[in-house]
């Protein structure tokens, strides 16, 4: 079953405790992605990353790193989590960018299930 | 920088009824443009794609529209269903004259809607 998994699913930790969450898809997808969700503020994306060992920042990448040694995992790290970076965080994946024709189809981004990450 | 609208931020109806969901962006330089669906504890599923040079799409009962010019789409749902109730996101995909793909979504922050029996 073509799926993204994210783990651990939920978390709770303490300021400046060094986290890993990691990511993983099984469909030979050259995109991916990490967001945030936070109430009143939507989606926003944290990092992306086009291919293997080629990553590029969102629009909130401050407090968060990645890395790309593979093309099925993506993991987002968080060095020295604070309480800002409580939320619930999505990655997703895509065949290619989004965006980028494909034998004339459109490419849909498949979501992982999420993970809530609570920051005391 | 981009911004994503959705308006309204909250809608209930009674099951039948045909509804518009709309989306406004500021910058119209884009790739294209996704409506997403969100169901409670869950993560995101593509519903609909509108690359830049289109107007429309259409899947099922789901009609979603885009102006590029004038930084609207909109979402119509014809004869909604209960099982319809779930949070619509849309998401611009940023782009440039020359057509190249960038990897930077921006998310409205979504309407949720509730389909009653």
């Known amino acids: 079953e073509a799926q993204v998994t994210q783990n651990p699913r939920y978390l709770i930790t303490v300021t400046g405790k060094k986290l890993t969450v990691t990511c993983s898809q099984n469909?030979?997808?050259?995109?991916m992605s990490w967001y945030r969700q936070d109430p009143g503020l939507g989606l926003r994306q944290i990092y992306y990353s086009m291919n293997v060992e080629v990553t590029d920042k969102g629009d909130v990448p401050e407090g968060y790193k990645v890395s790309r040694k593979e093309k099925r995992n993506f993991p987002l790290i968080l060095e020295s989590p604070s309480p800002n970076q409580t939320s619930l965080y999505f990655c997703?994946?895509?065949?290619?960018?989004?965006?980028?024709?494909?034998?004339?189809?459109?490419?849909?981004?498949?979501f992982g299930d999420g993970t809530r990450l609570s920051i005391l | 920088k981009q911004e994503v609208t959705q308006i309204p931020a909250a809608l209930s109806v009674p099951e039948g009824e045909n509804l518009v969901l709309n989306c406004s962006f500021t910058?119209?330089?884009?790739?294209?443009l996704q409506w997403f669906r969100q169901d409670p504890g869950k993560g995101l599923t593509s519903l609909l794609l509108?690359?830049?040079?289109?107007r429309e799409q259409t899947s099922g009962r789901l009609n979603a529209s885009l102006d590029k010019s004038s930084g609207r789409s909109t979402l119509y749902i014809a004869a909604s269903q209960p099982g319809d109730s779930a949070t619509y996101l849309c998401a611009v995909l940023g782009g440039d004259a020359g057509g190249t793909s960038y990897g930077k979504l921006t998310f409205g922050q979504g309407t949720i809607l509730t389909v009653h029996p």
């Open positions: 509108i690359q830049s040079s289109q």
């Open positions: 910058d119209s330089a884009i790739y294209n």
């Open positions: 469909m030979n997808h050259e995109y």
């Open positions: 997703a994946s895509s065949r290619h960018p989004p965006g980028q024709e494909d034998m004339g189809s459109n490419q849909p981004q498949h």
